[in-house]
C-alpha cells in the first residue's frame, strides 16, 4: 500500500490551484441519471471516490465517457440495472445518492445499506422517510433498500435532523416527482446548493437550496446540461491550515472564499493574515499559530470536514484549546495519531483539549479515515524529521494529486510504496 514520506519544519510558500468540490461532483453524477440526454461536466476532480461512482454509474448502464482535464460526460440513455451492490457502496456511502434518482427516474430500486465507517455509524433513516413520504415503497432486506414507486409525488416534510446526503437525495427525488415538494431542515452547504444549480441547468424548478427550506416543483422530464463545478471548500481550507500550521504564504487559486467563511474567521483567530480575491485567498503567516478552539456545526458553522485539519493546527499553536465534535460520533481517531508525533491532546467523549507543543517529532503513522489522513499530512509537514503516512488511500478518495500541489508549495514530500 502505498505511504507518503514526508520530511517537516519548513513553511509552504507559493501558488497553488485548488480542484472542483467532492462533495458536490458525487450528488452531480448521480443527477445523470434523471435524463437520457448527456450531462456534460466540467471541474470534476480525479478521485477515487469520483472513478467509484462512475463504474458505479456505468454498472448500471450509464455511459461515460473519459474523465480529462475536470471534464466528463455522462448519458444514462436507459437504465438496465437499479442496483447498488454492497460491494460498490461498503467503499464509499455517498453511493446512496443513486436512490433518489432512481425511483424518480424508472420507479424502482435496489441499494445496499451503506454500513458504518470509521466516523460513525452513518443511517440513512431520513433518506428512507422522506422518500416514504413521497410515495415510495421500501423494504429492507437482507442489507439493502429495496425500493419502488409507480410515480413519486410532492411531499412537505420537515427533516428531523440536517443531512447533506439525505437533503440532496430528496432533492433528486423532487424533480420529477408529480407536484410541489417542500424540505425543511433541510442542510445548508454549498453542495447542495450548486447540486440545485446543475439540476436547474437541466430544467429543475427548485427554489431556496442553500438554505433550510428548499422547495421543488416537479417536472415531467430533465434535459442534459453543461455544468462546471464548484471548488473544493475543504481541501480549500485544507491548504490554508497547513500554511497557518507551518507558518507560510500560500495563494490559493480557483476557490470559492465565500463557502468557507467560518474556516476563514477561525484562521484569523489563529493569527494568520487572509487576502480574499474574488477567486483566490492568500494566506500569511509566520510562527507559531494561535491555539483556536472550534465547534463542529452544519454548515454555516464550522464544517467537520476541518475538524481534523485544525486539531493537526493546534497541535503545534501556542496555548490550548478545546475542539467539540458534534456531527459524528467518532471523528477523533487523527488525535491517537497525533499524539504519536508528540501532541498533547486528551479527549473526554465528543471533546479533545489540544495543548500545543513547541515541535512535534516525525513518526509512522497510520490514516484511519479521508480528513484524518489530511491532519496528520499536515503534522508531518511541521514535524522535526520524517513522517510516514500509510494508508493513504484515504487520502486518495478526497484529495486530487495532493503531494505534486504541497510540492509546489515547497513541501518535501513524496509517495512511497
Ligand atoms: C456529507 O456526509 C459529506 N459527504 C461528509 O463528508 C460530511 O462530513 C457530512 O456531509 C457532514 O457535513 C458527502 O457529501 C458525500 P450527513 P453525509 O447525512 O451526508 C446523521 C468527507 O470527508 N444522519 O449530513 O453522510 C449522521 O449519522 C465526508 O468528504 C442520520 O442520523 O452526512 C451524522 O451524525 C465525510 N440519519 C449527521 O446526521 C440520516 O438519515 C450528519 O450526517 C442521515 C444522517
Redesign the pocket.
Known amino acids: 500500500m502505498d505511504k507518503l514520506r514526508i520530511t517537516g519544519g519548513r513553511p509552504l510558500e507559493g501558488k497553488v490551484r485548488v480542484s472542483g468540490a467532492?462533495?458536490a461532483a458525487?450528488p452531480i453524477l448521480c443527477a445523470t441519471l434523471l435524463t437520457d440526454a448527456p450531462l456534460e461536466l466540467s471541474n470534476v476532480p480525479a478521485l477515487m471516490d469520483v472513478r467509484t461512482m462512475t463504474r458505479l454509474l456505468a454498472d448500471m448502464g450509464v455511459e461515460v465517457g473519459a474523465h480529462r482535464d475536470g471534464r466528463l460526460e455522462l448519458r444514462a440513455r436507459a437504465i438496465a440495472n437499479p442496483l447498488a451492490p454492497y460491494e460498490r457502496v461498503k467503499t464509499m456511502?455517498?453511493s446512496v445518492l443513486v436512490l433518489g434518482p432512481l425511483l424518480a427516474r424508472c420507479g424502482q430500486a435496489s441499494v445496499s445499506l451503506p454500513g458504518g465507517c470509521a466516523?460513525?455509524?452513518?443511517?440513512?433513516?431520513?433518506?428512507v422517510k422522506g422518500l416514504q413520504a413521497m410515495g415510495a415503497k421500501i423494504e429492507i432486506e437482507h442489507g439493502y433498500m429495496n425500493a419502488s414507486a409507480r410515480r413519486l409525488r410532492g411531499a412537505h416534510i420537515v427533516m428531523d435532523?440536517?443531512?447533506?446526503?439525505?437533503t440532496e437525495n430528496l432533492m433528486m427525488a423532487a424533480v420529477l416527482a408529480d407536484g410541489v415538494t417542500v424540505l425543511e431542515n433541510a442542510?445548508r452547504?454549498p453542495?447542495v446548493a450548486d447540486l440545485a444549480r446543475c439540476l436547474c441547468a437541466m430544467g429543475a424548478r427548485i427554489e431556496g437550496a442553500g438554505s433550510a427550506v428548499v422547495r421543488i416543483e416537479g417536472v415531467r422530464s430533465l434535459a442534459g446540461a453543461a455544468y462546471r463545478v464548484m471548488p473544493d471548500r475543504?481541501e480549500t481550507g485544507t491548504f490554508l491550515a497547513a500554511a497557518a500550521a507551518t507558518g507560510g504564504r500560500v495563494k490559493l487559486l480557483g476557490v470559492a472564499p465565500a463557502t468557507l467563511d467560518a474556516t476563514l474567521e477561525k484562521l484569523r483567530e489563529a493569527g494568520a493574515r487572509l487576502a480574499l480575491g474574488a477567486d483566490s485567498i492568500e494566506i500569511e503567516a509566520d510562527g507559531r499559530p494561535q491555539s483556536v478552539s472550534v465547534r463542529t456545526a452544519?454548515y454555516p458553522g464550522f464544517?467537520?470536514?476541518m475538524q481534523a485539519q485544525f486539531m493537526a493546527l493546534d497541535a503545534v499553536a501556542r496555548g490550548a484549546a478545546v475542539i467539540t465534535e458534534t456531527?459524528?460520533?467518532n471523528r477523533f481517531m487523527h488525535a491517537l495519531e497525533l499524539q504519536r508525533l508528540g501532541a498533547d491532546i486528551s479527549i473526554q467523549g465528543n471533546t479533545a483539549v489540544v495543548k500545543g507543543v513547541e515541535r512535534l517529532q516525525g513518526a509512522r503513522v497510520m490514516a484511519t479515515d479521508?480528513?484524518a489522513s489530511a491532519s496528520l499530512v499536515i503534522a508531518g509537514l511541521v514535524a522535526r524529521g520524517e513522517t510516514l503516512v500509510e494508508r493513504i488511500y484515504h487520502l486518495d478518495r478526497?484529495y486530487e494529486s495532493l503531494e505534486a500541489k504541497l510540492a509546489a508549495l515547497g513541501a518535501r514530500v513524496e509517495r512511497v510504496n
Open positions: 467532492k462533495n458525487l456511502r455517498a466516523i460513525g455509524a452513518r443511517p440513512v433513516d431520513q433518506h435532523l440536517v443531512t447533506v446526503t439525505g442542510a452547504e453542495e475543504i452544519p464544517a467537520t470536514d456531527i459524528f460520533e479521508l480528513r478526497g
